[in-house]
């Protein structure tokens, strides 16, 4: 089974940077692509960012020059760097997974929590 573990969130001043990590294991197709969602209190989940299996990356508009998804080369991590955080940047944060045989279609439903089968439990970001 494929396990998910997000880390690194935190409290940080408004304007600070944070960078959240996501291990995977239990990936023996190396075809997947994963995002980064976030959910305010009392809001629904949204799409931050994500990276096909080719390493194209998208962005939602509200963190696009601000956030940056990355890669290893084994693909069995994947990173968020949070610079110029705000406090509407306040979430708990989420990584998700899935198989995507096609990055075409995976680049018209990224920000769609119906398109992930697999995510972990979450880390905290905080900006005051």
């Known amino acids: 089974d494929v396990q998910l573990v997000e880390s690194g969130g935190g409290s940080v001043q408004a304007g600070g940077s944070l960078r959240l990590s996501c291990v995977a294991s239990g990936v023996s197709y190396w075809r997947y692509c994963m995002g980064w969602f976030r959910q305010a209190p009392g809001e629904e989940r949204e799409g931050v960012a994500a990276?096909?299996?080719?390493?194209?990356?998208s962005y939602a508009i509200s963190v696009q020059g601000r956030f940056t998804i990355t890669r290893d080369k084994a693909r069995d991590l994947v990173y968020l760097q949070m610079n110029g955080l705000q406090p509407e940047d306040t979430a708990m944060y989420y990584c998700?997974?899935?198989?995507?045989?096609?990055?075409?279609?995976?680049?018209?439903?990224?920000?769609?929590?119906?398109?992930?089968?697999?995510w972990g439990q979450g880390t905290q970001v905080t900006v005051s």
């Open positions: 990276i096909d299996a080719d390493g194209t990356t």
């Open positions: 998700a997974a899935d198989f995507c045989p096609s990055t075409a279609d995976f680049g018209r439903t990224w920000h769609r929590a119906r398109s992930y089968s697999y």
